[in-house]
């Protein structure tokens, strides 16, 4: 509930339009995107006691129908530790967006990315704005039928912006794409949809980063062979690459909605809780759903459906390994304790080598004075190897060789000087370590 300004339609005028997909920060402030036609503009936020306050007035940066940082904020998305906030911003009834430099000859200029430092913003409309990248219609893949931004400037959240790790993912009308805030150059599309019979088209509502790290979304349509109606769309995946650039990201269609089992026009998806090894992902369709409902050029029958989607989490091998004690004196031994899950074929390595049960204790009596690091390797489910090491440290005995006590005089086999007991002392005193390793994750749908 807003209490602050008393009339905030007078206040803001048309800025003041709810549009997109809001952001939530850590402190319970709403920010979200606002305007209306040709004009009104403005990104706000809202606090949790209900004071509104306008962060950027779009308009105020134009130059003449020229906006340079974007028209109108359709998806937003705060990164907590970094303390800001992305927005992406459509071009509606405007001459461009965005840095008209940075897009290709014969090219224009469709939508932009930004970015606020949420530690200096002003509440007069007149915040600083950084602008992240300005998208174009060929190069980027906008150049979808009867659309003229790469963003759908309406109310309907269809677009999604996310962070994985160093990385924004985000959907505009045709792609699903990615780009690193720091490196201008990383920009690139993950996929064009639309282009192959089967494949969704139009993506639509939130992406959601499920718990084995791979990306979920789905689209509005499904791509039909040359003739028919489109159908009712899909459920997709992105596999998120290992390479440092990540283009080894892989797309895939993973469902396709029948209009009358599973509904038809989904809008997006949300995570549920994982149980045990299953994480649920909970979506929704805004027309089908019963049996006889059929879609049509621009829509379908029915009302629409709630869905869930079971997704298998992978069996990470684990791997606990100690050393009691961990530090010792030539010729005293340690124990070494070791328990294994979700791996088997196990073996000790270099000064400990043999074949080693998945669950044990052994005695081990080094036999040189220096620094052991004892390795378990094991195999796990995909017959990959895992591991984890202790460190044990072996001190020289007193008498700098058997370690038998004598220090070679009649003063009472060194139990005088107190360097056993000091020792022993040390040794009872140290610390059990258990190191865990975690292994690359595996799933199936």
């Not at 709810?18 to 952001?23: E, H, I, L, M, S």
């Not at 105020?60 to 990164?79: F, K, V």
């Not at 150049?143 to 790469?150: N, R």
């Not at 309406?154 to 999604?160: C, D, F, I, V, W």
Request: with cysteine.
């Amino acid at each position: 509930m807003i209490t602050s300004p008393e009339n905030p339609a007078e206040e803001y005028g048309s800025d003041l339009r709810p549009r997109g997909v809001p952001a939530l920060d850590a402190q319970g402030n709403l920010y979200f995107g606002g305007g209306g036609g040709s004009s009104g503009n403005g990104l706000f936020r809202l606090s949790p006691e209900g004071q509104l306050v306008e962060l950027v007035d779009f308009d105020n940066h134009t130059e003449g129908r020229y906006y340079p940082l974007g028209q109108r904020p359709i998806a937003l998305l705060i990164d907590q530790e970094e303390n800001v906030l992305y927005g992406l911003a459509g071009r509606d009834q405007s001459d461009g967006v965005g840095d008209s430099e940075a897009i290709p000859a014969d090219d224009e200029s469709m939508g932009t990315l930004f970015s606020i430092d949420l530690a200096n913003v002003e509440t007069d409309g007149s915040t600083t704005v950084t602008l992240l990248r300005t998208f174009a219609r060929e190069a980027d893949g906008c150049s979808a039928a009867s659309v003229d931004s790469c963003f759908h400037g309406s109310h309907t959240a269809q677009h999604a912006l996310l962070r994985v790790g160093a990385w924004l993912y985000g959907t505009s009308f045709n792609t699903i794409w990615r780009f690193q805030p720091d490196d201008s150059d990383s920009f690139a599309v993950v996929h064009a949809f639309g282009e192959e019979v089967g494949d969704g088209r139009v993506p639509w509502g939130p992406l959601v980063l499920a718990a084995d790290g791979n990306l979920y979304g789905t689209t509005r349509r499904t791509v039909a062979e040359a003739g028919a109606v489109e159908g009712a769309g899909v459920l997709f995946r992105v596999r998120i690459g290992q390479a440092d650039d990540r283009s080894d990201d892989e797309y895939e269609v993973l469902h396709v909605f029948d209009v009358e089992a599973d509904g038809a026009l989904p809008a997006g998806l949300s995570a549920g809780a994982v149980d045990g090894t299953v994480q649920t992902l909970y979506g929704a369709t805004s027309r089908g759903g019963q049996a006889g409902n059929t879609v049509s050029a621009n829509d379908a029958d029915g009302f629409g459906t709630l869905f869930a989607v079971d997704i298998d989490l992978p069996v990470l091998a684990e791997i606990e390994i100690s050393a009691d004690p961990q530090t010792l004196t030539l010729g005293e031994s340690t124990t070494l304790t070791w328990s294994v899950r979700n791996a088997n074929n196990c073996s000790g390595e270099d000064d400990w080598a043999g074949v080693k049960a998945t669950e044990g204790s052994e005695t081990y009596t080094p036999s040189v004075d220096r620094e052991y690091v004892l390795t378990l390797a094991c195999m796990d489910a995909n017959d990959e190897r895992v591991e984890a090491s202790v460190t044990v440290t072996v001190e020289p005995a007193e008498d700098g060789g058997d370690g038998d006590g004598d220090n070679g005089d009649d003063s009472g086999g060194g139990s005088s000087s107190g360097g056993g007991g000091g020792a022993l002392s040390l040794l009872w005193l140290s610390a059990l370590v258990l190191l865990t390793v975690r292994h690359r994750r595996r799933f199936s749908l």
